[in-house]
Protein backbone atom coordinates (compact mmCIF):
# COMPACT_ATOMS: atom_id res chain seq x y z
CA UNK A 1 0.00 0.00 0.00
CA UNK A 2 1.61 3.36 -0.67
CA UNK A 3 0.98 5.97 1.57
CA UNK A 4 0.24 9.81 0.22
CA UNK A 5 2.78 12.31 1.67
CA UNK A 6 -0.76 14.22 2.34
CA UNK A 7 -1.15 12.07 5.35
CA UNK A 8 1.43 13.29 7.19
CA UNK A 9 -0.50 15.82 9.37
CA UNK A 10 2.81 17.25 10.88
CA UNK A 11 6.54 15.72 11.85
CA UNK A 12 7.99 15.98 15.14
CA UNK A 13 12.01 15.78 15.48
CA UNK A 14 13.35 14.29 19.07
CA UNK A 15 16.85 16.08 20.20
CA UNK A 16 18.13 13.61 22.48
CA UNK A 17 20.90 14.69 24.93
CA UNK A 18 23.29 13.62 27.81
CA UNK A 19 23.96 15.59 30.48
CA UNK A 20 27.16 16.45 28.97
CA UNK A 21 25.64 17.22 25.71
CA UNK A 22 22.70 19.65 27.68
CA UNK A 23 24.74 22.71 26.62
CA UNK A 24 24.83 21.79 22.97
CA UNK A 25 21.12 20.60 23.17
CA UNK A 26 20.14 24.08 24.53
CA UNK A 27 22.04 26.10 21.62
CA UNK A 28 20.74 23.90 19.03
CA UNK A 29 17.02 24.91 20.57
CA UNK A 30 17.51 28.24 20.27
CA UNK A 31 18.43 28.69 17.14
CA UNK A 32 15.73 26.39 15.85
CA UNK A 33 12.94 28.47 17.37
CA UNK A 34 14.79 31.49 15.92
CA UNK A 35 14.97 30.26 12.75
CA UNK A 36 12.04 28.29 11.89
CA UNK A 37 8.57 27.99 12.23
CA UNK A 38 8.75 25.37 14.75
CA UNK A 39 6.59 24.31 18.22
CA UNK A 40 9.33 23.93 20.96
CA UNK A 41 8.15 20.83 23.36
CA UNK A 42 9.29 21.00 27.15
CA UNK A 43 12.80 19.34 27.78
CA UNK A 44 12.34 16.31 29.30
CA UNK A 45 15.31 15.57 31.83
CA UNK A 46 15.22 11.51 31.54
CA UNK A 47 13.92 8.68 29.38
CA UNK A 48 10.00 9.38 29.00
CA UNK A 49 7.62 7.53 27.30
CA UNK A 50 9.26 5.85 24.22
CA UNK A 51 11.98 7.18 24.54
CA UNK A 52 14.80 5.65 26.20
CA UNK A 53 17.45 8.96 26.64
CA UNK A 54 16.43 12.76 27.43
CA UNK A 55 15.01 14.76 24.94
CA UNK A 56 12.87 17.67 23.90
CA UNK A 57 10.31 17.18 20.62
CA UNK A 58 10.42 20.11 17.69
CA UNK A 59 6.70 19.58 15.92
CA UNK A 60 6.79 21.19 12.16
CA UNK A 61 4.20 21.67 9.50
CA UNK A 62 4.93 19.47 6.37
CA UNK A 63 5.57 22.52 4.24
CA UNK A 64 8.55 22.95 6.50
CA UNK A 65 10.41 19.98 6.53
CA UNK A 66 12.96 20.26 3.75
CA UNK A 67 14.12 23.32 5.42
CA UNK A 68 14.42 22.41 9.43
CA UNK A 69 15.61 18.33 8.73
CA UNK A 70 18.49 20.10 5.69
CA UNK A 71 19.51 22.54 8.44
CA UNK A 72 19.37 19.49 11.55
CA UNK A 73 21.28 17.53 8.85
CA UNK A 74 24.35 20.15 9.25
CA UNK A 75 23.97 21.57 12.32
CA UNK A 76 23.10 18.87 14.76
CA UNK A 77 26.52 18.97 16.39
CA UNK A 78 26.50 15.21 17.25
CA UNK A 79 23.29 15.14 18.45
CA UNK A 80 21.00 11.96 17.92
CA UNK A 81 17.51 13.42 16.30
CA UNK A 82 14.70 10.98 15.51
CA UNK A 83 12.71 12.54 12.97
CA UNK A 84 9.12 11.08 12.44
CA UNK A 85 6.01 11.66 10.43
CA UNK A 86 2.39 12.11 11.99
CA UNK A 87 0.10 10.17 9.86
CA UNK A 88 -2.75 9.23 12.41
CA UNK A 89 -1.84 5.66 11.13
CA UNK A 90 -0.40 4.78 14.53
CA UNK A 91 1.98 6.18 16.83
CA UNK A 92 4.34 2.74 16.88
CA UNK A 93 5.04 2.33 13.01
CA UNK A 94 5.20 6.94 13.09
CA UNK A 95 8.50 6.07 15.43
CA UNK A 96 9.87 3.43 13.58
CA UNK A 97 8.94 2.73 9.66
CA UNK A 98 7.91 6.34 8.89
CA UNK A 99 11.05 8.11 10.60
CA UNK A 100 14.58 8.46 10.19
CA UNK A 101 17.43 9.00 12.45
CA UNK A 102 20.05 12.09 11.88
CA UNK A 103 23.24 10.67 14.13
CA UNK A 104 22.71 7.33 15.53
CA UNK A 105 19.66 5.28 16.02
CA UNK A 106 18.67 4.61 19.89
CA UNK A 107 16.11 2.24 20.57
CA UNK A 108 12.47 3.27 20.72
CA UNK A 109 10.31 1.50 23.31
CA UNK A 110 7.60 0.28 20.55
CA UNK A 111 5.73 -1.77 22.99
CA UNK A 112 4.94 1.60 24.70
CA UNK A 113 3.49 3.27 21.47
CA UNK A 114 1.49 -0.27 20.43
CA UNK A 115 -0.44 -0.01 23.75
CA UNK A 116 -0.91 3.70 22.98
CA UNK A 117 -2.07 2.40 19.33
CA UNK A 118 -4.17 -0.13 21.16
CA UNK A 119 -6.05 2.33 23.37
CA UNK A 120 -6.67 5.09 20.46
CA UNK A 121 -9.50 7.17 21.14
CA UNK A 122 -9.23 6.71 24.62
CA UNK A 123 -8.87 10.29 26.13
CA UNK A 124 -5.61 9.47 28.63
CA UNK A 125 -4.05 7.57 25.84
CA UNK A 126 -3.98 10.94 24.01
CA UNK A 127 -3.08 12.34 27.15
CA UNK A 128 -0.38 9.97 27.31
CA UNK A 129 0.87 10.56 24.49
CA UNK A 130 1.02 14.44 24.88
CA UNK A 131 2.17 14.18 27.48
CA UNK A 132 4.88 11.72 27.61
CA UNK A 133 6.55 13.78 23.95
CA UNK A 134 5.61 11.25 21.46
ZN1 LIG B 1 7.13 12.68 18.26
Known amino acids: MTIPVDQVNEYHAHVYFEPHT????????EQLGERFEV??????????????????QVAFEPEHFDRVV???MLNR????????????????GDHTTRAL??????????????????????????????NNGC
Open 39 to 56: RLGRWKEGPVGPHTRAMY
Open 77 to 92: QGLDVLVHAETGLGHA
Open 101 to 130: WLGNPLPIKVEYLQQIDRDYGLPEAIDQAV
Open 22 to 29: RPVAEQLR
Open 70 to 72: RWL
